[in-house]
């Protein structure tokens, strides 16, 4: 499998803290002016008034994990010590080489067989329980210890129907120690909708339509359902989607309905750190804050005004936009037939796609101008891009013939 990325260019530090300073005066301007009650160490997410809250500020972190504790002790599979993590040492060691060793956490024996990934603020390392193969997991190891993400994993197991779990990822377990954390999760071996959209690159092409649309199917479903029940992932690209494959051959029938081998394949959501749990804050919250990912912050974080489900819908734009192009969205403002200005992607479409349904994607998601519930629009557009793709049993054939052509190249396993 391909393990190297499309690098993303960083923005100068300095201008970062600048921009970031900025930013953090004016949320405090904002607060003081509407009386936000912040979610700070001592106070209740759900005593707060209408207001602005940045949901990923250390300190409203803190303040959601004070309220969740009872709830946080009680999941199941929720394991806490003060003491430090034993397995530290053998962890360093393991960056580079000793595969198959054994490091016991929680009293289970885990066999390292390697880094699963490296994301900015973790390690995942793939692993076997007991050595057996056909347990395998994935070791999310993180310092310092951070227990939200299992928090969001169990609200997911509480408020996602069955028939649609399998797209979000599943945490079997997390170890919280005074220095580390390490959480347990179902380990997915067919790689990230990056590494399939780095495929592409490396031999100059791009994703084809049918593939792209049927991804776009599967992001909109994801976060019609998410947002439905009152879950924002937050940090929404390609690298935090690995590929499902059905273990059977692949068939045609059953892509509308999402049943047969069509419900074992598409893609899972991993990484819910900067998870929200939109329960814990009153209904008319909108959320401030930067992700300070370069190349996904959402119009409303550029223009300094608050956001709720876009963060996740502008994500889907920029990962819509890297399958199509094969580079970032950049967005312009482009003059709309009722002599206003539209949000659209400076990139034109393709003379021969099906521009009008990529057009509707991109006016109705990066245009949204209030913070209300987005799930009906996500449906309406589902449903255009299915409905076309059932409208011609060839796209039907090629789609199947591209997935199965993607398995083969890319997959170890
Ligand atoms: N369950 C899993 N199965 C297989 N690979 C995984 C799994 N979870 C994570 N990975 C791999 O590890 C990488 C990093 O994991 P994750 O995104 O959870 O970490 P992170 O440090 O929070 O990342 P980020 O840089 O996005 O904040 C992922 O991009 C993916 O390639
Ligand atoms: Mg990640």
Redesign the pocket.
């Known amino acids: 499998m391909l393990s190297w990325r499309i690098c993303r260019k960083a923005e100068p530090f300095d201008r970062l803290k600048e921009a970031h300073s900025l930013f953090l005066q004016r949320i405090s301007k904002r607060t003081k002016a509407s009386s936000l009650e912040k979610v700070g160490d001592d106070a209740q997410a759900t005593d707060l008034e209408t207001g602005f809250v940045n949901p990923w500020e250390t300190s409203t972190l803190n303040g959601l994990i004070h309220k969740i504790k009872p709830q946080l002790v009680k999941y199941d599979g929720y394991h806490v010590s003060n003491k430090v993590f034993p397995g530290k040492a053998n962890l360093s060691s393991l960056q580079n080489y000793s595969r198959n060793k054994i490091i016991e956490i929680g009293g289970r024996k885990y066999q390292m067989k390697g880094c699963?990934?490296?994301?900015?603020?973790?390690q995942?390392f793939?692993a076997f329980i007991d050595s057996n193969p056909d347990e395998v997991v994935?070791l999310?190891v993180q310092k310092p210890p951070f227990p939200w993400e299992f928090h969001m994993y169990r609200q997911l197991d509480c408020r996602i129907p069955d028939s649609q779990r399998s797209s979000f990822?599943l945490a079997q377990r997390v170890h919280v120690y005074s220095d580390y954390s390490i959480l347990v999760?179902?380990?997915?071996?067919h790689g990230?909708l990056q590494d399939v959209i780095n495929s592409y690159v490396v031999v100059g092409k791009s994703m084809e339509e049918v593939l792209c649309m049927y991804y776009t199917i599967e992001m909109l479903n994801m976060l019609e359902t998410l947002h439905s029940v009152g879950i924002i992932h937050g940090?929404f690209?390609p690298?935090?989607l690995?590929i499902r494959y059905p273990p059977e051959n692949l068939t045609e029938t059953g892509f509308h309905e999402k049943t047969g081998s069509w419900s074992k394949k598409g893609l899972c959501l991993?990484?819910w750190?900067r998870g929200i749990d939109l329960s814990l804050f009153p209904r008319t919250t909108e959320f401030t804050g930067d992700c300070r990912t370069s190349g996904f912050r959402c119009v409303e974080m550029k223009e300094d005004k608050p956001w709720k489900f876009q963060v996740d819908t502008y994500g889907l734009c920029v990962i819509v936009h890297m399958m199509l192009h094969n580079v970032y969205m950049e967005i312009e403002k482009k003059q709309s037939l009722d002599g206003g200005y539209i949000n659209m992607p400076r990139t034109s479409f393709k003379r021969y796609w099906k521009v009008d349904l990529w057009k509707e994607l991109f006016t109705k998601l990066l245009n949204r101008e209030t913070c209300e519930d987005d799930t009906e629009t996500l449906r309406n557009l589902r449903k255009s891009m299915e409905e076309y793709i059932c409208s011609d049993p060839k796209l039907m054939k090629k789609l199947n013939e591209l997935l199965a052509k993607q398995r083969i190249s890319l997959c170890s396993s």
């Open positions: 699963a990934g490296q994301g900015g603020f973790a995942v793939k994935a999310k990822g999760c179902d380990y997915l071996s990230t940090d690209k690298d935090n690995l991993v990484d750190g």
